[in-house]
């Protein structure tokens, strides 16, 4: 099965569907991204080019199977299609964060949050706690905070 994005106003994605692989064979029988576009055209009445081909295999710039990762991410409802850096991307998190194009991800300015202490992970295992930091935009900081309270 292929998946396919279907791209509306501002680049984002509106609708993901699938496709047998037999509708996206040229003629030589390979699978052909533009093949599948113009079934989806002719089928759904949406102009081809607002077609993109997407890999539920891929997550992070990464595909989870050890394959040829395709186009940064898994393409969902909401996602965004940047097709200067040919990749789908989710809504920017927060106004200060920075899109890192080959983990096809938003990250915050000051780095990834802080790991929690050892401490820390055995209360959350011990479930008298549930320690977690997060991102404050006002002060561009991870804060850590205790959700259980």
Known sequence: MAHFAKIGMSSKVIAVLTLNNGDMLNADGVEDESVGQQYLERHNNWPAPMWIQTSYNTS?????????????????????????????????????????????????????????????????????????????????????TDSKT
Request: zero cysteines; aromatic letters at 16%.
């Open 60 to 144: 992070g710039g990464a595909h989870k199977l050890g394959g040829t990762p395709l186009r940064g991410n898994y393409a969902g409802i909401g996602y965004i299609w940047d097709e200067d850096n040919n990749l789908f991307y989710p809504k920017k998190p927060y106004a200060s964060w920075v899109l890192d194009v080959p983990t096809a991800s938003w990250k915050s300015p000051i780095g990834d949050a802080p790991a929690l202490t050892a401490e820390q992970k055995a209360q959350n295992e011990a479930n008298t706690h549930y320690w977690v930091y997060s991102w404050n935009e006002d002060g561009q900081s991870w804060d850590l």
